[in-house]
């Protein structure tokens, strides 16, 4: 049976996220059967966890203080480094900045971030034209009031990004394509990381209770990986039956969610799940989405074991960068 025939069986709407541990990843056994339960997440669900991912706590730890210590800073003082004021949209976003469901929001996303690229903890000649790629170009900016925050977020980055290195393949694995599928579309799409504060929601701001951290949304690039503060659950998902399940913050674990680059890859075959942000725990929340793209020349269009006579092409072929960068200058009322 085909992938294309395989997605037409699947059938009603998940109330759980799976959770699917890393460690087999060792042997080419151990591969194929991660690549299989891969495979049923993305059709099912969209969304999993991955658990004994190799990050240790230490660096979860740092990055953490670090995020803290940033955004506790006052307003002017993070406001220098707006995104606005340079290239990639790298930099610090403001609560209320962007608007990612303009629709269903009208007040804006109640989060602040800071976006960063790829960069070599030691600079090196090369971290320019890995900066250097696309709608994301340009290099990364730093608050010299807060000098440990570029370590532990790139400590972080590198460590994510080795596992975005090791998804990959079983991602192929799961389509029945070989490993090295994206070996050649992947060479210089450096991952984007944001580092994201969700303020308690007690009168500094315009909004009302139903404002969201991030409105309802899916992904622009082929997956992405999120850490979350552990204790405070505010990421939520939507099934076909349009019910909101709470993806929990389980400790030692990792979400890993499947975005639009995939679901035009597949023809919807993998689902790239609509989701959002409410953090009405009554505390302030800290999570970190990394983004796993291709690079930005490559051309994403259907691969053939996703089309079917029951299930034709869904899109129309498009350069993952023309994709990105639509979706980004949407999310931001349209600047650069």
């Not at 609560?95 to 996303?109: C, F, S």
């Not at 909101?244 to 993998?270: E, K, M, P, R």
Request: hydrophobic share 35%; aromatic share 10%; proline share 6%.
């Amino acid at each position: 049976m085909s992938l294309a025939d395989s997605a037409v069986a699947v059938n009603g709407a998940f109330t759980s996220i799976p959770i699917i541990d890393l460690s087999k990843r060792t042997t080419p056994e151990g591969r194929i059967a991660l690549a299989q339960e891969i495979q049923e997440a993305c059709m099912k669900v969209g969304f999993f966890y991955i658990k004994n991912h190799g990050i240790p706590p230490k660096c979860l730890n740092k990055v953490l203080a670090a995020m803290e210590e940033y955004f506790a800073l006052d307003s002017e003082t993070k406001l220098k480094l707006h995104h606005n004021n340079y290239s990639g949209f790298k930099g610090y976003s403001p609560p209320l900045d962007a608007n990612i469901d303009p629709t269903n929001n009208t007040k804006g996303d109640l989060h602040e971030g800071f976006r960063v690229g790829w960069e070599e903890i030691k600079a090196k000649d090369n971290d320019e034209k890995r900066a250097n790629d696309g709608a994301m170009a340009g290099a990364n900016v730093w608050p010299s009031e807060c000098p440990r925050f570029r370590e532990a977020c790139l400590e972080y980055y590198h460590e994510a990004a080795g596992i975005g290195k090791v998804l990959y393949p079983l991602f192929a694995l799961a389509l029945n394509l070989p490993e090295t599928f994206f070996d050649d579309k992947t060479k210089n799409s450096a991952a984007i990381m944001r580092a994201l504060h969700y303020p308690l929601q007690d009168g500094q701001f315009d909004v009302d209770d139903d404002t969201p951290g991030i409105g309802a949304h899916t992904e622009f690039t082929c997956f992405t990986i999120l850490w979350q503060q552990p204790g405070i659950t505010a990421l939520q998902v939507r099934n076909s039956e349009k019910r909101w399940i709470d993806a929990v913050s389980i400790d030692g674990t990792l979400v890993i969610n499947i975005g639009d680059q995939l679901a035009l890859w597949t023809n919807d075959v993998f689902k790239s799940t609509v989701h959002r942000a409410m953090n009405k725990s009554g505390q302030e929340r800290y999570s970190i989405p990394m983004f796993f793209g291709t690079d930005y020349h490559v051309n994403i269009e259907p691969i053939p074991s996703c089309v079917s006579e029951d299930r034709p092409f869904k899109y129309s072929p498009i350069t993952a960068g023309e994709y990105v960068n639509q979706r980004l200058k949407n999310m931001y009322h349209g600047t650069q």
